[in-house]
């Protein structure tokens, strides 16, 4: 699987996307999410609060209970601020 991260969230981890292995269970964004902020701690704060972050699977934009597979490209975005 192929994730990407957007705007800050790459301070956050340190890189724009890297390839991954899914672990075994991990068959939807929010267990996704929850290996990554595993994975990087500075994420894990941004990624616990419930609409902080945007989901795209294959370029659609999808909430967390959305399927993930091997095959999938995931983007995660930090919330849009605007004025």
């Given at each position: 699987?192929?994730?990407?991260y957007f705007s800050w969230l790459?301070?956050?981890t340190g890189l724009a996307s890297e390839e991954i292995d899914l672990p075994d269970?991990?068959?939807?964004?929010?267990?996704?999410v929850n290996f990554?902020?595993?994975?990087?701690?500075?994420l894990a704060a941004v990624a616990s609060?419930?609409?902080?972050l945007r989901f795209t699977v294959n370029r659609r934009y999808v909430e967390r209970d959305h399927p993930v597979a091997s095959v999938d490209t995931v983007g995660l975005f930090p919330p849009v601020t605007g004025g």
């Open positions: 699987m192929r994730v990407t790459r301070s956050k269970g991990c068959n939807t964004i929010a267990s996704l990554l902020s595993g994975r990087y701690p500075d609060a419930e609409g902080n």
